[in-house]
């Protein structure tokens, strides 16, 4: 046994002569690794689902160690199931979820507490004291003046400031408040904050590069998309130490440095930093603007291609940027709705299904949820709701109603959560959106997939590799490191699996259901 494990590892000890990409994909429920091939194919894949803390009710959290132990972990199982050396990794990028953060020790590398993630909810209290402050009414009417006065788009955006949850700026405030190791170590320049992509790099390059890009700065609440710059007088004011804060750098390029060779054993050059969805807005080919896509993962993203104006919203689309790479920047107009494969997850928990393969046969075994509704917000409920006081919950329940009929109720809510957000965007943009490519590991159920269909009116073009924000990392990584030219080459990259056209008059028959569903939406609102 010993020769054998003796002979792989000389097989293993020096290069195959393979050109591969390496892309890690960190989200909130799972982190994923691949390696592609300068054809952009996966090779090999390893997954490990991230463990959720939820220590009191509302908190939810992640162990720092557990994020740099899967981190490590996914990228050795893909290269032991590539069969490849680390030495065959020519350029690696990485891809992330935005707003979990962690801070941590600049001397020596502890954190001071878990991640706290962008669905926590524990800085309620300051959200709604600051809301409703005279401070913030002072800011919204200032703007709302300036904005009549200028047509700026900004002082529009402005005029209807406020703060939330998932933004960094209040959990962050709130941990400085609640832990006097860290407030000393911040009054002392000795404390550094960053969300995933900043710790697992401050790690990487063994502490030479605190940084951030800008896809991921942009939703902390302490970076303005319209001016490129830290919102200085918002820091001042919740007295957040300027020392904490990352570099924000373009989100491809050498500046990145490189994985230190004692972490995988050799030196390999990052050449991509970029959040989740900027990356599956890159791999899904959407580089034009009007380009739409939705991600059904975690959450549901619905995502237009702004080019280089950030848009101006007062109802909950977020103009967040896709990347920036030298000269070009590409914003986003982003709707979310925070829970997604969070239900269907729940719906196994409480046994309405066992295998994820079962739901599409059980669901489309019965007609319609016998006029049972869900209302998906363990989260609250987002835009153009935004109510994150509202409560999840079945409504409609009868002595006929039976486990399907609540599985088919909880998959319909989904896709009434993207038509809202779909209607909002039309409504703030004026654009008639005609096409729509799908990624996340829920855009694999057909039914759902031919239901936002049929309720947008839009087609839905769902590829054959859905892990897109591996893939977006993977070329831009590619791109910058020069194993590919130029965007052109990439095309052939991304093949459709199934295309779904909305039916006629489908939406007639869901048109009442929906009605309904909006009224069961009103009644769990305000429940908190």
Known sequence: MASKRGDRNSKRSSSTGRKLIASVDFGTTSVRCFLFDHQGRARSSASAKVSQIYPQQGWNEIDPEDVWTKFQNVFKTALENADADVSDVKVFGLSTQRGSFVTWDKRTGKPFHNFITWKDLRADHLVKSWNNSWTLHGIRLGSTILHQATRNKRYLAGSAFKFMNSLVSLRLRWVLDHHENLRQAAKDGNALFGTIETFLIHRLTRGRLHATDYSNICVSGLWDPYTFKWVDWLINMLE????????????????????????????????????????????????????????????????????????????????????????????????????????????RDIDLFEE?????????????????????????????????????????????????????????????????????????????????????????????????????????????????????????????????????????????????????????????????????????????
């Open 240 to 347: 957040i130490p300027k020392s904490l804060l990352p570099e924000i750098k373009d989100s491809c390029g050498d500046h990145w440095g490189s994985i230190h060779q004692s972490i995988f054993g050799a030196e390999i050059p990052i050449r991509c930093v970029v959040s989740d969805q900027g990356a599956s807005l890159f791999g899904s080919f959407c580089f034009k603007p009007g380009d739409v896509r939705l991600t059904m993962g975690t959450g549901s993203f619905v995502s237009y291609n702004t080019a280089e104006k950030p848009h101006a919203s007062v109802s909950g689309l977020y103009p967040v940027v896709g990347w920036k790479i030298g000269d070009e920047v590409v914003f986003i107009a982003e709707g979310h709705s925070s829970d997604t494969a969070t239900v269907i997850e729940w719906c």
């Open 356 to 528: 994820y393969d079962d739901i599409e046969t059980l669901i489309t075994s019965i007609p319609n949820s016998d006029d049972v509704f869900f209302v998906p917000a363990f989260s609250g409920i987002q835009a153009p709701i935004n109510d994150e006081t509202a409560a999840t919950g079945f409504i409609g329940i009868k002595p006929s109603t039976r486990k399907v009929h609540l599985l088919r109720a909880a998959v319909e809510s989904l896709a009434f959560r993207v038509y809202q957000m779909c209607q909002l965007m039309y409504q703030e943009t004026g654009v008639v959106v005609t096409k729509m490519r799908v990624d996340g590991g829920v855009c694999r159920n057909d039914f759902l997939m031919q239901l936002i269909s049929d309720l947008t009116m839009v087609t839905i073009d769902r590829p054959t590799f859905i892990e897109t924000a591996s893939h977006g990392a993977a070329m831009m990584a590619g791109l910058s490191f020069g194993i590919w030219k130029s965007r052109n080459e990439l095309q052939a990259m991304r093949q459709t699996e199934r295309v779904f056209f909305p039916v006629e008059n489908r939406w007639l028959d869901y048109a009442p259901l929906y009605s309904s569903w909006k009224n069961a939406v009103r009644r769990l609102c305000n429940w908190y």
